[in-house]
């Protein structure tokens, strides 16, 4: 019986890990719940599930992992206001089932070097199918990762023709159903960048091996190249199900937790290579990550700057990207130890510069 404390129990990823637990109560105790507003759907979750230890807010969320007995935190905060729990989590020794990939990213170094080999454990769907890829051979024998992205709803675009996406459009992916700030950023491809960021982080593989793939039927999830020339592939439906429950019990996998794969029916699977001409957000996340210190920090809140803009209407959809470079570049990141004040003044500065630009 594993002792589970959810943060952000009640957005997409809080509400699919209560479907897992619920259907495996024999496997997972629910000892701890946290939101960041909807307190009436916590207090519901907390009657259902038995649970006592409550949190509203990131910091008290916080505060929450310290103080409760568990054996695994699921990070699905959205943000980087995630950083203060997934460091408390791994300061007191608790497993991280990590879906809030800011705080690993803008963290970088201050969260790598306190967490000890296995302790976190990728939820995002593409870093588990690393994962689970890497299982089939050593480090040692890694040629490259492959992440695969589905593309967005904007596939095959121009730039002129990006000049015309609608805040509507952006929100409309082909696959996932996620927030504002997420699926824009899947658009943007964004996202596709700060997952580069988080593989290189992980795994502790090098930029130059560490590739994009566009496959739109988003059914193999990621990819390992080995040196003899093999590739491993994790293949499943589009059900983040899956890479959750891995996240709350790994390396064990849970039964029937989603549907599998029908091969006795005739599909074809198609790969494509990223064009970074019209999509620059990859080229620069690894730009970013290789930077390392505050740099990631400042990519991801002048993000949130631009995507908030878009928004608004204050600027196009192809400026998102273009105001984030040019924060970036703007950026002199402080030399030492990185640390949490840093990380703080870092991105104050940057949401200040792109409010600027933005205005």
């Known amino acids: ?30 000892v701890g719940l946290a939101t960041g507003s909807k307190e009436a759907r916590l207090r519901e979750q907390a009657t259902e599930f038995g649970v006592e230890h409550l949190a509203l807010g990131a910091e008290r969320a916080e505060e929450l992992v310290r103080s409760v007995d568990a054996d695994v935190v699921l990070n699905g905060i959205t943000g980087s206001v995630g950083l203060g729990p997934t460091l408390a989590a791994l300061e007191t020794g608790k497993t991280l089932a990590l879906a809030n990939k800011e705080s690993l990213i803008v963290g970088g170094d201050l969260v790598t070097r306190i967490a000890t080999p296995g302790q976190i454990v990728p939820v995002d769907s593409e870093h588990s199918a690393i994962a689970q890829s890497l299982t089939s051979g050593s480090r040692a024998e890694v040629r490259r990762l492959v992440l695969t992205a589905s593309g967005g709803p904007f596939r095959g675009f121009s730039r002129e023709q990006l000049m015309q996406v609608t805040p509507a459009q952006a929100l409309a992916h082909p696959t996932w159903d996620m927030g504002r700030v997420v699926t824009t950023n899947s658009a943007t491809l964004v996202n596709k960048g700060l997952e580069v960021i988080e593989a290189h982080l992980l795994f502790e593989v090098p930029y130059e091996q560490i590739d994009v793939v566009v496959h739109p039927q988003s059914m193999v999830h990621s990819m390992v190249e080995y040196l003899d020339g093999s590739t491993i592939a994790q293949a499943s439906i589009p059900d983040m199900k899956l890479p959750i429950a891995l996240g709350l019990d790994w390396p064990n996998r849970v039964p029937r937790v989603t549907t599998p794969l029908d091969w006795s029916k005739p599909a074809s699977w198609t790969f494509e290579p990223l064009d970074e001409s019209v999509f620059g957000a990859v080229a620069l996340a690894k730009k970013v990550g290789s930077a390392h210190g505050t740099y990631p920090a400042v990519f991801n809140a002048a993000n949130e700057q631009a995507v908030d803009a878009f928004h608004d209407g204050k600027i196009r959809f192809d400026q998102i990207v273009e105001i984030v470079e040019r924060v970036v570049d703007a950026h002199d990141a402080p030399s030492g130890q990185l640390s949490r004040a840093a990380l703080t003044e870092a991105e104050a500065w940057a949401r200040r510069t792109a409010d600027e630009l933005l205005s």
């Open 1 to 30: 019986m594993r002792k589970v404390v959810i943060l952000g129990s009640t957005g997409s990823i809080g509400e699919q890990a209560l479907e897992v637990i619920r259907e495996n109560r024999d496997r997972f105790e629910v």
